[in-house]
Structure formats: C-alpha cells, structure tokens
C-alpha cells in the first residue's frame, strides 16, 4: 500500500512553512534602527557645522554674539536633538529656541531640524521624527566622552567649522580632544559611536 500526506499534514506543512517565510521576511526588511540613528547623528552634526561657517553669527555691535552660534543639541533624558542657533544669549545651558527664527530647517522637507523641543514636541508636523532618537530609532541611551562637562550633548561650532562643548560654569570651550558619542540600542543594547576631532570639526564614526 502507497503511503501519502494527509491533507491535514499538507495543512500543516504549509503553515509552518508560510509563518517561517513572514519572519524571514521580518528580519530581512527590520529596519537597522542603531546604523541608521548613527547616520542620522553624523549627517546633523555635519550640516550644524556648514550652517555655522556658512551664516557667520559675528556682530560687532553685540558682546554677546560667540553664545548665539549655531549648535547641534540632545537632552539627555529625552534623546530628542535640534539644530539651531539662539537668538538670545544663553551661555552653557540651551534654553528654548525662538521658535519662528532660531532652528535650523531642512533643505529637503522645510521641517525644524527638531525631534521635539519646547514648543516643538516630536508628534508635531513640523519637527523631523527621526531625531527623537529614543522613540523613532530605538535609542535606549548617549554617553559622552571628552565632549565637554554637561549631561546634554551640545556641540557648537564657531564660524571657521570648529567644535566647542560647555565647560562648567564657562562658555563653551574648544574641544581638547575627540569627543566621543555611544549610541546604545534599547533591545540588543549594541552600540555605535560618532566622534568629533578636535580644532577640525570633523564628524566620522571611525573611531
């Protein structure tokens, strides 16, 4: 007598084999949040850079212009990073930006280059979701080194492209030496890092 599949066993079969496709496809097409956050950070940080050599914030007439450079900026509890430059001077700590005229706007979208700050929360229409980086890139955690003594990350740059960092009680001071970002992922907890090298400016993820 010829031995064959049931129909149920066919059944069965095809849906374990149809359920082992779905994750396949999952895991093929799962966005590599923690890569992509890394990019995100470097691509920000650069244009911080080219904002700040490119819109000069020298003004003879105010003693107060260096503390109204253009910088890149994530609260440290939140992960929600923006770019802008303070119309007012606010010294090491960056308090709410003007919101009609001190972030910076993406050249692609015309969105604040913002993942919600003050005003600007993360769900509103005219801030970038992709720099709330604790819930649009799965961000568990920033930790910092030779980046300055702040909690925040806060990196300014002045008009020929170099980085400073808040030092105390002081205004920003030029970077010493690289400083270092780890950016921690919340489910497998692998990191990547970006760095910026001192007096050049320059953003990499060699490091």
Known sequence: MRKAFTVIEIVI?????GILSVLAIQAMYRPDHLSLAQEELILRLRYTQHLAV???KFDSNDTEWKTKRWRFHCDNGSLKCSVFAPSAALGVKASVPNLKSDFAIDPQTRNYLTGGYGAVSETDERAM???ALR????I???SLSGCGTGADLM????????PYAPDGANPPKLLASPCVITLTHQEDKENAKVCIQPETGRVHNDC
């Open 135 to 138: 819930n649009f890139r799965e």
């Open 155 to 162: 990196i300014v740059f002045d008009e020929i492209g170099r």
């Open 54 to 56: 490119m819109v000069d």
């Open 140 to 142: 568990e955690d920033i």
């Open 13 to 17: 079969v095809v849906v374990i084999v």
């Open 129 to 131: 979701p992709e720099l």
